[in-house]
Structures are given as structure tokens and as C-alpha cells.
């Protein structure tokens, strides 16, 4: 295992022609945990990802690997494993020797083929040619290059595109276990329902922008409660003195503006038995479409 | 540049490509050049056999026969050298490529290297069809087939070497256009159709003969110093034809100017 790896961008911008396409993208990707790169379809993920590895040169600013820019790294694919959204495959070339013409590339030893090919669960497929692949045996073709030199460092671009269910499910977990090994995991998607079980950390990044900051929890606070009473009057009422704003729907009361533990809080002390206390699932996605739905708005306003 | 090397070899060798080609190549210049032999050996005996005739002089004939590998054969290595770099374009490898080794121009070198050597065996496997093919049939017709003449295994070494420059003229000319289908049409739209047309054209006129040596289909024949084409010289304006190091240089020079091109345009442009 190689060192832990901090990433950082700093004032990251690049333009294409009139269009910015990033502008001033700051911020840093801490190893041990899973960090999301999130935002709709055209926001600029896949161009800031591109400007990380040297795929894209930056307008200005810059994105290293604990300072190093990745064009200068000693052996690039020993210290960044990198899956791109792009299935780069040449289709007539089997999964095996796809791997080898990378390992080769970057002094590996052979033995690492097999290795992240069992990895992946991709051995029964290893001298089929690429062309034939599924988008999930690409997906997981891409993550063994990826893992070719053992990096401290995973970037990956949707890598959840195209999974089924137990594919995701198997990704998430893979992904985990990385983390705790202490490596750096960047996950970029445009579906945040996708990555938000296996990321412990989020950049949302909308119109080139970076939107928001930090852990799930903090993105979720503000979002709505689901709670319900037998005596569902009473706890409405109560509710409504707190100055919570409070919605009626079918299945209890949809609550914007506080956490459970304050609206257990109040129950408790108004003596309202509950029958339901609970932060709604779709508050993490309303949260994220919010933020990036209103940063359009005023960019169409602009 | 060992290890990008060894990672060009293994991608021309992982794909059929290389041996499709091979195959087409060899069958093509194995054939015209059993069928040279035997029509030009024909046709001479006819000749000696007219009194007073020209006569068609042996030794003229194994360098015309021998030299169909690249007279016809050289747009096979060109196509495999043009098609290692647009193909990386095509199904966007060029990621992964770039991932594996950041400084490009390293890249680039690798691939000429791996491809000059690749083309050279080209030229080796041509040889051994015009050769393998045209030498009994020249002896069947009563011609000697010259295989005890030193001049003809030198002309055989300067086959490989100009298939050689063929393929990194190839590379050159991919990372020029990277268009993998504009790429081939216009290898073949050039080499098939615009430069005999032009060889032809300018070999009138004692100027435009003199251009038209710089040719690039040209200087390989200059290099090669034998050719169907040279030989069936049509033109009437008589122009030193060019030293067959000349023809050489003059071939790595085209290779040389797509070549450095091409790297500093295409090959440094972001790959999205």
C-alpha cells in the first residue's frame, strides 16, 4: 500500500471557446473515506476529472495528488487507479491482454493481470474480446485497469452507470473496503441515490461550480421529517406552535425545518405518542436537486 | 521507452490487424509479381527471338520483379503504421494509453519504433512472396534470376528499409489526421490514384519531371532503385532520377514533417 494520498484542486477552471465549463474548483479529497463528486449531466465533472489525470490542460489552476501534478507522478498507475466513463477498449482486443498492454506500459508485473481479474470477477471472461462485453463487464474491465498498479488513489467516473442492483450493491462494497484500507476514493455520478449509501463525504458541483461541501448528514440537515400520532391533531398543533412548517399528506405529517431528535423532543414533552419519526429518504435527493436546480435558475438568469 | 515500447508491440500484436494485412500483402505481391515475371520473360524471349529488335536485357528484369514488395506493396505497412495511431483515436484507447504514460511524446516515439520494425518485417515477408514467387517462375521462362548477385540482395536490404519508413510515414500521417476513415481514404486516395497520376503528369516536362522525383511513391523507388513503374517510365523528359540515398532521406524527411506535425497539433490536444 502506497502513502496516503490527499487530492487538491485549487481555482480549477477551464474554457472552452466562449463556454466555461469549470470555474474555480477548490477543494480537497481526503484519504480513508469515500468522497462523491456529484452533479447533473454537463456540470463539469468529467472535464475536472479529465484536468486531474492530464488528460485535459487546465485554463488555470491546478489538480494534484498531494502536490504532484499526475504528469509528474514517478509511476502514474501505481499511485492513481483511474475508470473513466468512457468504455476505452479496443473491441478486438480480449479483456486479458487489454490489461496487459497497460501493465506493460507502466512496468507492472504480469501477475497483477490475473489478480485484479479475480478481483473483479471478470476470469471466466479473460480472453473474450472486449468488443462483446456488457456495459457491467466493462464497468468492472475498467475498475481491473483501475486496480492494475495497487494506487492509493481511485478515481473513478460513474462507475455505477450500467451496474444492476447487485452490481451497484457489490461496487458499494468495494468501495468501502478501499476506503478503509486508507486509500482515496473519488466517486463522481449524476445520481446521487446511486453513490449515497457508499460515500461518506459529497462535492456537488453544478454549471462548473462547486455547489456544496461536505458530509451527507450536513447536506440532509434542513430536509423534511416524516412523523405521525394516533392523536395526529394534537401533534400538528403542537407542531405549529413550534413554528415548524408542517405538511399534511397521506402517510402522517411532512415536516421541513427540524430533526427527529427535535420533534421527538416536543412530542415527549407535549406528551403526544408517536407512531412514526422519521428522516424522509427523499430529503438527501430534494436536498441535492435543490441545490443544483437552483444554482440553473440563476445561471439561466445570469 | 522500454516499457512503452513493449506496451506498442503487445497492442499491434493483440488485434488481427497486423496479420490480415500481412496475408493480403503478401498474396498481392506474390501474384503480380509471378505474373510480371512471366509476362515480362514471355515478351523478351519474343523480342530476342525479331531480328533486329531491341533487345530486352536480362538483368533489367529480377529488380523489376523483386521490387513489386514496395512498388505495390508499400501501402500496407503505411495503412498498419496510419491505423495504430487513428485507431487509438477511434476507440478513444488513447485515455488509458495517456494514464499508463503521461509524457506523450514518449508514446509517439514508441510507436514509430515499434512500427519502423514492424513495416521492416512487412518488407521481409514481401520480399519472401516477389521473390519466392518471381524467382522460379523468371527461371521457368529462361531468365536468370540473379539471387548470386550481391546488387540484389543490397536491393532487397533498401526494400525493408523503405517499408520501414513506410510504416512511421503511417504513424506520422495518423496523429496528422486522426480521422481513422479520412485517414485511409486519403492513404489510398493518394496512393492509388493522385500520385501516379502525378508521376505520370509531371514526367513530360523537364521541370515538373524534376519536382515530381520528390514524390514520395517516387523517392521510395529511388531508394529501392528498381520499380514497374520507373521501368515503364512514360515521360519523355529525361531528369536524373535520384540517388537511391537520396530517395531514402527524402522519404524520412516525409515522415519526419507528419510526424512532428502531427505531434505538435493533434497529439497535444485534450482527450475528452
Redesign the interface.
Known amino acids: 500500500m502506497p502513502d496516503r494520498t490527499t487530492i487538491e484542486f485549487s481555482g480549477l477552471t477551464k474554457t472552452f471557446g466562449t463556454v466555461k465549463a469549470v470555474s474555480d474548483l477548490s477543494f480537497r479529497v481526503e484519504p480513508g473515506v469515500v468522497t462523491g463528486f456529484l452533479g447533473p449531466n454537463g456540470a463539469g465533472k468529467?472535464?475536472s476529472l479529465?484536468m486531474l489525470?492530464?488528460?485535459?490542460?487546465p485554463t488555470s489552476g491546478t489538480a494534484t495528488f498531494g502536490g504532484v501534478a499526475?504528469?509528474d507522478?514517478e509511476n502514474?498507475?501505481a499511485t492513481v487507479g483511474?475508470a473513466?466513463e468512457?468504455?476505452?477498449?479496443?473491441?478486438?482486443?480480449?479483456a486479458r491482454?487489454?490489461l496487459?498492454?497497460?501493465a506493460?506500459?507502466?512496468?507492472l508485473p504480469p501477475s497483477r493481470i490475473d489478480f485484479v481479474l479475480g478481483l473483479v470477477g471478470l476470469s471466466t471472461y479473460a480472453e473474450r474480446r472486449a468488443g462483446g462485453f456488457s456495459m457491467g463487464m466493462r464497468q468492472r474491465l475498467g475498475l481491473a485497469?483501475a486496480l492494475l498498479g495497487d494506487p492509493g488513489v481511485l478515481v473513478l467516473d460513474e462507475p455505477t452507470n450500467g451496474l444492476d442492483p447487485e452490481g451497484i450493491r457489490w461496487m458499494r462494497g468495494f468501495l468501502r473496503s478501499r476506503a478503509a484500507e486508507g486509500r482515496t476514493v473519488l466517486v463522481s455520478s449524476h445520481v446521487l441515490s446511486e453513490v449515497q449509501q457508499s460515500v461518506d463525504r459529497v462535492i456537488i458541483i453544478s454549471r462548473g461550480r462547486s455547489v456544496f461541501e461536505g458530509t451527507l448528514d450536513s447536506l440532509e440537515r434542513g430536509g423534511a421529517v416524516r412523523v405521525d400520532s394516533p392523536d395526529r391533531r394534537s401533534l400538528l398543533a403542537a407542531l405549529t406552535v413550534a413554528g415548524m412548517e408542517t405538511r399534511r399528506t397521506e402517510t402522517g405529517l411532512l415536516v421541513t425545518g427540524a430533526t427527529p431528535e427535535q420533534i421527538g423532543h416536543l412530542a415527549l414533552t407535549a406528551g403526544i405518542p408517536l407512531s412514526l419519526l422519521a428522516a424522509e429518504q427523499s430529503g438527501l435527493e430534494d436536498a441535492f436537486l435543490s441545490l443544483v436546480s437552483t444554482d440553473e435558475a440563476t445561471g439561466a438568469a445570469a | 521507452m522500454i516499457?512503452?515500447i513493449?506496451?506498442e508491440i503487445?497492442?499491434l500484436t493483440?488485434?488481427?490487424?497486423w496479420w490480415v494485412l500481412l496475408l493480403i500483402l503478401v498474396g498481392y505481391v506474390g501474384f503480380t509479381a509471378a505474373l510480371l515475371a512471366g509476362l515480362f520473360g514471355a515478351l523478351g524471349d519474343q523480342m530476342s527471338a525479331q531480328e533486329g529488335a531491341p533487345q530486352f536485357p536480362d538483368g533489367l528484369l529480377p529488380p523489376i520483379v523483386y521490387s513489386t514488395a514496395t512498388a505495390i506493396g508499400y501501402v500496407f505497412p503505411l495503412i498498419l503504421g496510419a491505423l495504430a495511431v487513428t485507431?487509438e483515436f477511434r476507440?478513444?484507447?488513447?485515455?488509458?494509453?495517456?494514464?499508463?504514460?503521461?509524457?506523450r511524446s514518449v508514446v509517439l516515439g514508441a510507436k514509430l519504433v515499434v512500427l519502423a520494425v514492424a513495416g521492416a518485417l512487412y518488407g521481409v515477408a514481401a520480399l519472401v512472396a516477389s521473390v519466392g514467387l518471381g524467382a522460379p517462375v523468371l527461371t521457368l521462362v529462361g531468365v536468370p534470376a540473379g539471387l548470386d548477385d550481391g546488387d540484389t540482395w543490397l536491393l532487397m536490404a533498401r526494400v525493408v528499409l523503405a517499408m520501414a519508413l513506410w510504416a512511421a510515414i503511417g504513424v506520422g500521417l495518423g496523429t496528422l489526421i486522426p480521422n481513422q476513415v479520412a485517414s485511409i481514404v486519403i492513404v489510398l486516395a493518394f496512393t492509388q490514384f493522385l500520385e501516379p497520376i502525378l508521376r505520370v503528369g509531371t514526367s513530360f516536362i523537364e521541370w515538373t519531371a524534376a519536382v515530381g522525383r520528390f514524390l514520395p511513391g517516387a523517392a521510395s523507388d529511388a531508394l529501392v532503385g528498381a520499380s514497374v513503374f520507373t521501368s515503364l517510365g512514360s515521360g519523355t523528359a529525361t531528369v536524373e532520377p535520384l540517388e537511391w540515398w537520396q530517395g531514402g532521406l527524402v522519404l524520412a524527411a516525409y515522415g519526419a514533417v507528419v510526424a512532428v506535425i502531427g505531434a505538435l497539433t493533434t497529439w497535444r490536444r485534450?482527450?475528452?
Open positions: 468529467t472535464t479529465r489525470l492530464g488528460l485535459v490542460t499526475y504528469r507522478l502514474p498507475l483511474t473513466l468512457a468504455s476505452s477498449f479496443h473491441p478486438g482486443r480480449s491482454k487489454h496487459e498492454v497497460y506493460a506500459a507502466a512496468g485497469s | 516499457a512503452a513493449r506496451s503487445l497492442k493483440s488485434v488481427r490487424l485507431s476507440y478513444q484507447t488513447l485515455t488509458p494509453t495517456f494514464l499508463a504514460q503521461p509524457r485534450d482527450v475528452t
